[in-house]
């Protein structure tokens, strides 16, 4: 019997039911009625008041809803670019830079711009606190003050460890507080380090300097993996003088040629006009080899030089190795013994003969003052790998009484982090100051909450005689003061930050200017512009000291990769390099940097191993593929990307990864039931790569050999933005062979001075089926983007995120081809028979006067304006997205989600001239409409008309190489008007018809005759 | 069960009727109504009379509203600029004569009347009735009701309108005549964009002037 319980029924559980009670059907919906007319009475009530609060007394230069602008310096590096901030309602909400700043001349990187954002960052610490507990300054003084005192008595030392960059009023501090506490020291400690660049010259020049490069003056420039477009000490202004000294036009078509020596594909590189792709143990040789080849060209070098170079290259699978690039040498001494003092040789390795040889190249070419400013060196760069490492053995020794960290992350950055945290505990006391609890500061006995860049009072000197003021655009959100201030306050003077930089100006840089005799209008105007340009202190150098190089390691000279370091050994290296976005880490907090996509590879939210194509193949190892790096000391496992361009025996690796806290970015796209998170919680975006990195001869070196790699066969999601890499039509679409896309033109130097036409495709001769549709009659609105100029910093794309609120939407999304940037900039690899060539191109709303998106909306949500903009209308969108899926170009953005803006304090920066989008509308670049109304509207106020170049999208106004160009059509002296006539105008998809408002000047190469390309 | 339903319905409908009510005696010009909200006119913290000041007492717009003419927001005044003429006005002038013949009559020197409305100006300015600043007070703003209110996705600059010569009128009515501000126009978009389609055929004083008819003029 499967049953033998009966099983009871509902009858005999409740054998009498009660008469039926309660409400009937009409009873029901009578109260229903009743209720539903109260809650719509409530609702009526008071829902919408809203209420509209002045100010109680007005500050006098601000005016609600106009902004207002203040010159300051860039704090996101050490590179102390000029910027301007625009305030609004008192808070600031982008960064621009400064038009004219003397060196970074308007630009602003990625980076500096995203700096608005992380001034929002609600965990920064807000309070002081000891041993964990928060505390007052007082409190924070009386202990600093009783362990000072017992640090002296017991004659103990005092270690400042900074960031470069600082200050005459820092500095100033540090000699004021050394006098008072006299085993002081100021150690200076930067991640980047380019420490053995200033040491080869206090062997060669006799000041440990770090000269000035003037990029516009060189017409050969050969860089030995300096990656000075992208992160290598002032990459705004290098880029804005690598462009002004590469105009394929003028009288003497006077643009330089550009080698990169690299093992990876780095920004730079991108934009070389020739690559050797070599290992990273090879430079040395190479230089040397290149010295070597210098002075028999010029016959000016030293007598050691005289020998001839004897290459025994190392290769370890038949890649383009540096026997290949050996043999190029001669070539390019040549080339750099005929530009002379035009010449310039920079080399971004940080070993110290590597430096000394790059030193004396540019030596025997004579560029002293004018490619390589010795006279006016980079003050700002003061990095010391050697002290650094000294006071971490003092540390350990047990012999500092008090260590003082200010802005940097040593135990995360560091080679030697772990054994930094441990030495840490023997100092008597521990002061940190930093804006998150990062890795170090959790080591401190005392926290400080160090003040955002636009929330203080400091000063820098980028380069000597420039000095430039930072103030605060914003009171502090925190309870923060300088490290002037603390210095000073601890020793036993109360002085506020912008007092003591007075002070200190008044004494150290008023006297070394003679345009002003009155301090006050020195100061004010100084602080008005943002910068002065003074006098810069004799740097007090004496000439290139030739014995140094007998000095230098032979086979250093001689052999490539012989007997240089412990890299060598079979197998392969790891790189590590620092991005665009992220530096060494120290932005990892910034969601607009981790999910601007790197500028070559594309890729958000992440760091990667790339690998060379055919190491990929060979391994087996796809996009995607989880690795195994194995050095002996590490393990490591990291997602495989490829990379064109990339050393076969080369593995590199982003640094700035896997920061402490960058799990708060866990929840930071949308929340849905497919949805993925960004960062599994718990976790890092990315791994810490900076333990991998070897402390080589005091220097802390970028890569590390005998690495092994395997496969693992997991694999790992990589969200990029790009998924098509070539101009080619994929052969699954085309038959073989198929014609490369025009969607870039480019050509050579020597062609395009034959025939200014040159690598311009055959044009389609388009019938219009909307003639006569729009007639312009006031502005007529262009853009032109110079392919040549353009380097894809991606400078533009944050810039145009923080003018036009667009949000982040996490890596899911982005791996979903969601992401809402307005602006990408495309990049495509060119394959050639002896490597691979890049190209770069912004990609934005093309505004096409017959647009395919505005006769599909259903809606009318797309539609044209009479100025020629391609004017979105979000209160109309319905979300069909039938305009993205017939826009060519496919720029439009379709919001699938509310997303995020942060919390209440990220929304602060949130610009309040543009509508924060919704669920379900579409969107995309407008030409920053804001701006071009709002240039407008001052033209109108001022009873004239709008200004060439005073309307100006936020791209154009970022962009360091003043590659776009903006304007009115109708104004035939516009910039724009010259650019639309320019022999090098293209547009992209020109054949469809569709008639674009922004055009392309074609992308020209100097590719000197006979020349192929390596890599 | 026609009991129980019918004391029901007396409960709610008596409920409802109580809310209608309190809610029209009460709140009638706070409400704003779904649409354009035309006619909303709220009541104010202050009963500020535009009547009186714009009106009677001739005061231009812009002396008060001094942002109209150079940024996107009018402005509304400061507590500190109510103060620049109530400093000394603290009373209506037959309030204030009233006290000074009471005062001629008995031989006393004229106590300072301060009306009830410009109490809360002064209370918002942290003043006592000597109009000193009064350390027991925390100055606090006026919040003010804000009156007429655009969607966030439509775009007005005050700035663009008054140096064009757009009277303050033609959006905002008589204001000189109102004792409480009211909503005129409905500030729709149709009636927004038959304005400048106007302006563009016939100019605003008799001057040519450029309004914007593109979506984008507004809407960014």
Known sequence: ?1015 | MGLNNRILSIFLGSGLLLCLTIFLTSYANNVRLPGNHEGYEPVQPISYSHRLHAGELQIPCLHCHSDAGRSRNAGIPTVETCMNCHRFVTAPIVDVKAEDQRAEKSGEKPRRIISAELKKLYDAAGMNPELRPDPGKTPQPVAWVKVHRLPDFAYFNHGAHVSAGVECQACHGAIETMERVRQVSDLSMGWCVNCHRGSNAQGVNGRAVAAPTDCTGCHF
């Not at chain 1, 008192?90 to 602003?108: D, F, M, V, W, Y």
């Not at chain 1, 007075?502 to 100061?523: G, I, L």
């Not at chain 1, 025009?742 to 089926?769: C, D, N, W």
Request: aromatic share 6%.
């Open chain 1, 1 to 1015: 019997m499967p049953f033998p319980t009966p099983v009871p029924t509902i009858a005999a559980r409740d054998p009498a039911p009660a008469p039926q009670r309660g409400f009937d059907r009409r009873s029901f919906l009578k109260a229903a009625g009743f209720t539903f007319a109260g809650t719509v009475l409530a609702g009526c009530e008071k829902g919408a008041v809203e209420k509209a609060i002045p100010f109680l007394v007005k500050p006098e230069e601000v005016t609600p809803g106009t902004a207002t602008w203040y010159a300051s310096t860039c704090g996101g590096c050490s590179a102390g670019c000029g910027i301007l901030i625009k305030n609004r309602d008192g808070r600031p909400i982008k960064i621009e830079g400064n038009p004219a700043h003397p060196l970074s001349k308007g630009g602003l990187c990625a980076t500096g711009q995203a700096m608005v954002l992380s001034l929002y960052d609600s965990r920064r610490l807000r309070e002081p606190r000891i041993s964990g507990q928060t505390a007052a300054w007082d409190a924070v003084d009386r202990t600093i003050a009783a362990k000072l005192a017992e640090t002296r008595d017991g004659a103990k030392g005092v270690r400042i460890l900074t960031g470069s960059g600082a200050g005459a009023t820092t500095l100033a501090a540090i000699r004021s507080f050394s006098a008072a506490f006299p085993d002081t020291r100021h150690v200076v400690y930067e991640p980047l380090s380019i420490a053995a660049l200033a040491d080869a010259h206090e062997q060669c020049y006799g000041r440990r300097i770090v000269p000035h490069y003037r990029f516009d003056r060189a017409s050969v420039i050969v860089s030995f993996d300096a990656d000075f477009l992208g992160t290598w000490i002032s990459p705004v202004e290098f880029t804005s003088d690598y462009r002004a000294g590469r105009s394929p036009e003028g009288p003497s078509r006077a643009m330089s040629h550009h080698v990169q020596i690299e093992s990876r594909m780095s920004l730079t590189g991108s934009n070389a006009d020739a690559r050797i792709v070599v290992r990273p143990d090879s430079m040395v040789g190479l230089l040397g080899g290149l010295a070597y080849y210098v002075a028999k060209e010029t016959g000016a070098g030293p007598a050691v030089f005289a020998s001839p170079a004897a290459p025994s290259p190392r290769t370890a699978s038949g890649s383009p190795d540096a026997e290949d690039a050996m043999n190029l040498l001669p070539l390019l001494a040549r080339r750099l013994a005929a530009a002379g003092r035009k010449g310039l040789v920079v080399c971004g390795v940080n070993g110290i003969a590597c430096q000394a040889l790059a030193a004396s190249i540019n030596d025997m070419l004579g560029n002293a003052g004018v490619t390589v400013e010795l006279e006016r060196p980079t003050s700002s760069r003061t990095d010391n790998d050697r002290e650094t490492q000294d006071l971490l053995a003092e540390l350990d020794a047990g012999t500092i009484g008090m260590l003082v960290v200010h802005g940097v992350n040593p135990v995360y950055d560091h080679p030697r982090g772990g054994v930094f945290s441990a030495a840490m505990k023997k100092a008597g006391l521990t002061v940190v100051f930093a804006q998150h609890e990062d890795e170090t500061a959790e080591h401190a006995d005392i926290i400080l909450p160090k003040g955002h860049p636009l929330e203080e009072w400091d000063d820098a000197e980028p380069v000597a005689g420039v000095v430039s003021v930072r103030q605060p655009a914003i009171a502090p959100f925190g309870n923060s003061r300088s490290l002037a201030e603390c210095l000073l306050a601890w020793t036993g003077e109360r002085t506020g930050a912008r007092e003591a930089i007075r002070r200190a100006w008044k004494s150290a840089v008023f006297p070394r200017q003679n345009a002003e005799a009155d301090f006050e209008t020195f100061w004010n105007a100084s602080v008005h512009e943002g910068y002065a340009v003074v006098d810069p202190v004799p740097s007090g150098h004496h000439s290139f000291d030739a014995s140094v190089v007998p000095q230098l390691p032979a086979g250093d000279r001689k052999n490539p990769g012989a007997g240089a370091d412990s890299s060598s050994g079979e197998g392969f290296m790891i790189e590590m390099y620092p991005t665009v976005a992220l530096l060494d880490g120290r932005h990892a907090h910034n969601p607009w940097l981790q999910e601007l996509p790197d500028p070559v590879t594309k890729v958000v939210w992440d760091n990667y191993a790339s690998v060379s194509p055919r190491t990929g193949k060979r391994l087996a190892v796809e996009e995607g593929d989880v690795i195994r790096i194995e050095t002996g000391v590490h393990i490591l496992e990291l997602p495989a990307v490829i990379q064109p361009g990339q050393h076969d025996d080369v593995i590199s690796v982003a640094l700035g990864y896997g920061r402490k806290g960058t799990d708060r970015f866990t929840s930071v796209g949308p929340e849905w039931f497919e949805a993925v998170p960004t960062v599994e919680p718990g976790e890092t975006v990315g791994r810490n790569m900076a333990p991998m990195r070897e402390i080589r001869g005091n220097y802390v070196s970028s890569y590390r050999g005998g690495v092994s790699v395997t496969r693992t066969g997991r694999v790992r999601t990589i969200a990029s933005t790009q998924i098509h890499h070539s101009l080619h039509v994929p052969e699954h679409l085309a038959p073989k062979n198929a014609e490369r896309r025009p969607i870039v033109q480019e050509t050579s130097l020597a062609a395009y001075t034959e025939s200014p036409g040159a690598g311009r495709f055959e044009t389609h001769k388009v019938v219009s089926m909307w003639p006569d549709e729009h007639r312009f009659t006031k502005h007529r609105w262009f853009m032109s983007i110079d392919l040549t100029a353009c380097t894809g910093c991606s400078a533009c794309v944050v810039g145009c995120q923080a003018e036009n609120n667009i949000p982040v939407v996490g890596k899911d999304e982005v791996y979903r081809n969601r992401e809402l940037t307005w602006l990408r900039i495309d990049r495509y690899y060119t394959e050639e028979e002896d490597g691979v060539s890049v190209a770069h191109q912004p990609m934005l709303c093309q505004h096409c006067e017959h647009a395919p998106c505005e006769t599909v909306c259903p809606v009318l949500a797309t539609v044209h304006s009479e100025e020629g903009l391609n004017q979105q209308v979000y209160n109309r969108c319905v979300g069909t997205r039938y305009c993205s899926n017939n826009c060519p170009y496919k720029v439009r953005r379709f919001n699938w989600f509310d997303y995020s803006r942060g919390d209440d304090m990220g929304r602060l920066v949130l610009n309040p001239d543009v509508v924060v989008r919704e669920r379900g509308i579409m969107e995309k670049c407008s030409f920053c409409v804001q701006r071009i109304q709002e240039g407008k509207i001052r033209a109108k106020q001022e009873g004239r008309t709008v200004k060439d170049g005073e309307i100006s999208p936020a791209c154009e106004q970022s962009c360091p190489a003043q590659a776009i160009v903006f304007g009115d059509l109708n104004d035939p002296a516009s910039r724009i008007s010259a650019s639309r006539k320019h022999p090098r105008f293209y547009r992209v998809l020109e054949e469809i018809g569709v008639e674009p408002s922004v055009g392309y000047l074609t992308l020209v190469r100097n590719l000197p005759e006979g020349d192929g390309r390596n890599g």
